[in-house]
């Protein structure tokens, strides 16, 4: 039984490329798991490098046991129990750890790169990026190309042979991996449906407000996330990507109220808009339609003054599709409504409500009122910026007549309360402003940079109007994205206004794009590739619509038929391709016969050597040398690997 290769000792280049596998495929976790996991893993990779650098010697089964122990209490310590993969992840690591202290036999081996495997899927748990999907399948390829090197005889590692069949299997996998991919049947939810947890996900708007909540959020660069439109991209004074609907505030903060029932379906008055959005991880049920929302998507939930969610919060990528019109027919109010949009804080001062009162002269309409407002933010010393400085209890007051700087939700919830003075039913609306286009992909990206909030009042006739106070004092922002992400105390904000970058600056910002393109389009054909995202794809490739049992059978019948067809034509290739060592020993008879021998076509080595030797007894030495390795490579029970080169290059070597 010990004579069986599984069982025979490690060569030293096996051991020592095995244990470098194992370090890349758990490498990338050293950044999922507390710091004790990692460390461990190290200690246990350092004490067989320095210990027990030789395979033919592991650590002594006394240790196995006590680290065994060790680890066991090491990951009900420190790995997060409520969280499965955590704690799998974690023990797995672990055992992949130790696995490398004992390895001694290519049987051991065998065990160290099925483990490899798995740690390399368990990544996916936590990354589900095109570079680490790249990454994976590198060192799967390292780790197939140690399962050739391990049924290899010899002590030698040829890693030219072993790496180019590696990366044949993996290419001839491709296929039969896309199939599988394509005709794999689909659950209602995306391919990774696994909850992924907090991660590094920005949180985005919460459903209240106080000032400066917004303007904080607004330093952020992150992705809030990406739309791909149907058609034209709208101009940016267009781009109002509504969220919650502010109705009730006691002077500082602004909330949703009371909770709001399910609303009917706008109907437009412009031209519908379709598009796409994929929204980023926030942790919160919110979504962010064009304006108004026309009919929510199967699964979302509109409320009546046209919020839309999720059922649940969004904790991964998430696509959902919309249609939305600039301008809906407007609806009147009902007696709660009225109460809602005219509600004031207590703590109003005096100067405020003299101020409001001197918006209305007499027989000004409701929209006289609010152009005066505008043009009051407009001719004063209002400034724009993220850094505004503290308020005190009456926010309004202070800011209006005293700081008169500020951002979007100080502009917002001021002109909200003067409306609401001026007898004007006034809500507050947040969401984001903007969008800046991927060239490259033609969609378009919005960052919590982009976090807005504008006012909504209710006109006779028209129904609820946007107003955006901010524009009055800062129209830039409505063009253009917010530059800097670091301002002075009270400093204004400034805008990119279409400079021209350097060179550097331009390629890195391609990149960018770059980037910003490929997550989208992996997340739209790989990550969200959902059943409905299946059947499109089928149709356009001319398949009629399957059901879960005939997608199941057409992807088995399909990789059944395609590995069939992979492994004929293997066969073909190894057929028509002549073996290198036939190849050589006829290149050794070729030169025999051009030397004057007459050469029999049925000859064995043995008398074709013996041959040679009396027709050429000065080059002996060298026939009796490549005809008895020969024998030994293509006869012998195990003909070691490295020879081969040595035979080629006696036979090139010889001459008559």
């Known amino acids: 039984m010990k004579d069986l290769l599984v069982f025979r000792p490690l060569s030293l280049p096996l051991f020592r490329l095995g244990i470098l596998l194992i370090l890349l495929a758990a490498l990338p976790h050293a950044w999922n798991l507390h710091p004790g996991i990692s460390a461990a893993f190290l200690l246990f990779m350092l004490l067989r490098l320095i210990f027990w650098p030789r395979p033919e010697s592991p650590a002594p089964s006394w240790l196995m046991v006590l680290l065994l122990g060790t680890s066991v209490a090491l990951v009900i310590l420190q790995a997060d129990m409520t969280r499965g993969r955590?704690?799998?992840?974690?023990?797995?690591?672990?055992?992949?750890?130790?696995?490398?202290?004992?390895?001694?036999?290519?049987?051991?081996?065998?065990v160290l790169v099925f483990l490899g495997y798995f740690v390399l899927v368990t990544l996916f748990l936590f990354y589900q990026s095109p570079l680490m999907t790249t990454y994976v399948l590198?060192?799967?390829?390292?780790?197939?190309?140690?399962?050739?090197?391990?049924n290899l005889s010899g002590s030698h590692l040829p890693l030219k042979l072993v790496g180019g069949k590696a990366l044949v299997m993996m290419a001839s996998s491709i296929p039969v991996m896309v199939l599988?991919?394509?005709?794999?049947?689909?659950?209602?939810?995306?391919?990774?449906?696994?909850?992924?947890?907090?991660?590094?996900?920005?949180?985005g708007i919460s459903d209240n407000i106080r000032m400066g909540s917004i303007s904080r959020l607004s330093q952020s660069r992150e992705v809030a996330f990406r739309v791909r439109f149907m058609g034209n991209i709208p101009p940016p004074s267009q781009r109002y990507w509504r969220g919650m609907v502010l109705w009730h505030t006691d002077g500082m903060n602004w909330t949703r109220g009371e909770s709001r029932v399910p609303g009917r379906p706008f109907q437009g008055e412009s031209p519908t808009i379709t598009y796409e959005v994929t929204m980023e991880p926030s942790h919160q049920p919110w979504l962010f339609p064009l304006d108004h929302v026309l009919k929510p998507a199967e699964g979302l939930v509109m409320t009546s003054d046209g919020e839309l969610a999720t059922p649940q919060p969004i904790k991964q990528r998430f696509t959902w599709k919309g249609e939305s019109a600039i301008r809906v027919r407007g609806t009147d109010l009902d007696n709660r409504e009225w109460e809602l949009g005219l509600q004031l804080?207590?703590?109003?001062?005096?100067?405020?409500?003299?101020?409001?009162?001197?918006?209305?002269?007499?027989?000004?309409?409701?929209?006289?009122?609010?152009?005066?407002?505008?043009?009051?933010?407009?001719?004063?010393?209002?400034?724009?910026?993220?850094?505004?400085?503290?308020?005190?209890?009456?926010?309004?007051?202070?800011?209006?007549?005293?700081?008169?700087?500020?951002?979007?939700e100080h502009y917002a919830t001021s002109f909200v309360i003067l409306m609401r003075l001026s007898d004007i039913?006034?809500?507050?609306?947040?969401?984001?402003?903007?969008?800046?286009?991927?060239?490259?992909?033609?969609?378009?990206?919005?960052?919590?940079?982009e976090a807005h909030a504008w006012a909504e009042?209710?006109?006779?006739?028209?129904?609820?109007?946007?107003?955006?106070?901010?524009?009055?004092?800062?129209?830039?922002?409505?063009?253009?994205?917010?530059?800097?992400?670091?301002?002075?105390?009270?400093?204004?904000?400034?805008?990119?206004?279409?400079?021209?970058?350097?060179?550097?600056?331009?390629?890195?910002?391609?990149?960018r794009w770059f980037q910003d393109n490929l997550q989208l389009k992996w997340h739209y054909w790989v990550v969200g590739f959902d059943s409905q995202r299946q059947q499109s794809l089928l149709h356009q490739l001319g398949v009629p619509e399957l059901s879960g049992y005939g997608m199941g059978l057409a992807a088995v019948m399909g990789a059944m038929l395609l590995g069939s067809l992979l492994f004929l034509l293997g066969t073909w290739q190894r057929r028509t391709s002549a073996d290198p060592l036939y190849r050589s020993y006829e290149r050794f008879r070729k030169k025999l016969k051009k030397g004057g021998l007459a050469v029999p076509p049925a000859i064995?080595?043995?008398?074709?050597?013996?041959?040679?030797?009396g027709k050429?007894?000065?080059?002996?030495?060298?026939?009796?040398?490549?005809?008895?390795?020969?024998?030994?490579?293509?006869?012998?029970?195990?003909?070691?690997?490295?020879?081969?080169?040595?035979?080629?290059?006696?036979?090139?070597?010889?001459?008559?």
């Not at 590198?138 to 391990?150: D, F, Q």
């Not at 006289?368 to 001719?379: P, T």
Request: hydrophobic fraction near 40%; charged fraction near 20%.
């Open 86 to 110: 955590q704690f799998g992840v974690a023990l797995l690591v672990l055992m992949a750890g130790m696995k490398l202290l004992e390895m001694k036999t290519r049987r051991d081996l065998y």
């Open 138 to 150: 590198l060192v799967s390829t390292g780790l197939a190309a140690l399962l050739i090197g391990n």
């Open 180 to 203: 599988l991919f394509i005709l794999f049947p689909r659950l209602d939810g995306p391919l990774w449906s696994i909850s992924m947890g907090a991660g590094n996900a920005t949180t």
């Open 345 to 408: 804080p207590q703590n109003i001062s005096l100067r405020t409500q003299q101020f409001a009162a001197s918006l209305r002269q007499d027989g000004d309409s409701d929209e006289d009122v609010i152009q005066a407002a505008l043009r009051y933010f407009r001719q004063e010393a209002f400034v724009y910026t993220l850094s505004p400085p503290p308020l005190g209890p009456d926010p309004v007051d202070a800011f209006l007549f005293e700081s008169r700087k500020g951002f979007c």
């Open 425 to 449: 039913p006034a809500r507050v609306v947040v969401g984001y402003q903007g969008g800046e286009a991927n060239p490259l992909g033609g969609h378009l990206v919005v960052r919590q940079s």
């Open 457 to 511: 009042v209710w006109l006779e006739n028209r129904g609820w109007v946007r107003i955006d106070p901010t524009s009055a004092v800062a129209p830039e922002r409505i063009e253009h994205p917010i530059a800097a992400t670091d301002y002075p105390d009270g400093s204004p904000v400034t805008f990119d206004l279409g400079r021209s970058p350097d060179f550097i600056s331009g390629l890195l910002h391609n990149i």
């Open 604 to 613: 064995g080595p043995e008398d074709l050597g013996r041959l040679a030797m």
């Open 616 to 656: 050429f007894p000065h080059r002996a030495g060298d026939i009796q040398a490549i005809v008895r390795q020969y024998i030994e490579l293509r006869y012998g029970a195990s003909a070691a690997q490295e020879n081969l080169s040595e035979f080629h290059a006696r036979v090139r070597r010889f001459r008559c």
